[in-house]
């Protein structure tokens, strides 16, 4: 069974300071996704990670991805406020994701002036 | 929300009645999930589409069933609703064979008494 474990689950950081969130996945797979919930909404895409190695920026926001030791990274620059959100990493397993992915228990970030 | 519609968005409900929640797409995606979700557990797959006709479990699926009788529609049934099943379900649909990110609905807030 593919287990995928977030750390920290809850991240009270101030502005201007660099955090990083972890994702540990059980079971070999070629890809990690991360998204972001912002309260009451839906999910949003923000990185795709496909291979080893692999390092995506966006803004603030830089996820890296080592098949080898199962870990993704998420890791925020001079936090703003407008980060403020739930982050979820999700591993599809072996099965390529066609049959649904697995998703962490989500890290709630509070990014504070 | 990339072309994709669940209804309704807010219901309340009896414990023991069967509810019907509809997720619409207009990407015509094969692939097509719902998924719950609950605090402390992210999101958990409940059941899978990957074609007309086609479907199968995921993590969660006692007292679920579901339905695709055509490309743009997954219903997602609660044979007889249940407290434990008051959620946020969100649907979710991707391309590239199931293998391609997986964009999600606004979700559908159950609440069952």
């Known amino acids: 069974e593919l287990k995928v474990e977030q750390n920290p689950l809850f991240l009270s950081m101030q502005e201007g300071k660099n955090y990083t969130i972890y994702c540990n996945y059980s079971?070999?797979?070629?890809?990690l996704y991360w998204y972001r919930q912002d309260p009451g909404k839906s999910l949003e895409s923000l990185f795709v990670l496909l291979s080893n190695g692999a390092v995506k920026q966006e803004g603030r926001l830089m996820a890296s991805l080592d098949t080898k030791a199962r870990l993704s990274t998420l890791h925020i620059t001079a936090a703003v406020h407008d980060l403020s959100a739930t982050y979820f990493c999700a591993s599809p397993g072996v099965g390529g994701g066609a049959d649904g992915l697995t998703f962490g228990k989500g890290t709630h970030l509070i990014i504070q002036p | 929300d990339a072309g994709i519609t669940q209804s309704p968005r807010h219901k309340v409900t009896e414990t023991g009645t069967p509810v019907t929640l509809r997720c619409h797409q207009t990407e015509n995606h094969r692939y097509m999930y719902w998924y719950r979700q609950d605090p402390g557990h992210g999101l958990r797959l409940i059941h899978y589409?990957?074609?007309?006709?086609?479907?199968d479990k995921g993590e969660v699926s006692d007292g679920y069933s579901v339905s695709r009788s055509k490309t743009e529609d997954f219903l997602l049934t609660l044979e007889s609703a249940t407290s434990s099943q008051t959620s946020v379900y969100f649907c979710?649909?991707?391309?590239?064979?199931?293998?391609?990110?997986?964009?999600f609905g606004a979700g559908t807030r159950l609440s069952v008494l």
């Open positions: 589409s990957y074609g007309v006709k086609d479907t």
């Open positions: 979710a649909i991707s391309g590239t064979g199931g293998r391609g990110i997986q964009y």
């Open positions: 079971t070999t797979s070629d890809r």
